[in-house]
């Protein structure tokens, strides 16, 4: 498989929930998938950047 996904940030300032989780964005790697997060996607998550 190939293809790019991209993970938002929220925009709502109560919703604590983010579209992958370190984990997941390293099997979707693991699959072939380019993946982009947003810088702060995971911040409400209390997932840092790094």
Sequence with gaps: MS???F???ELD???SR???SPD???RL???GFE???ETGAGTL???PDA
């Design 18 to 20: 983010v579209g992958a």
């Design 3 to 5: 293809g790019t996904i």
């Design 45 to 47: 998550s209390r997932i």
């Design 7 to 9: 993970i938002p940030r």
């Design 24 to 26: 997941t964005v390293k």
């Design 35 to 37: 993946v982009v997060v």
């Design 29 to 31: 790697v693991g699959l």
């Design 13 to 15: 300032a109560i919703e």
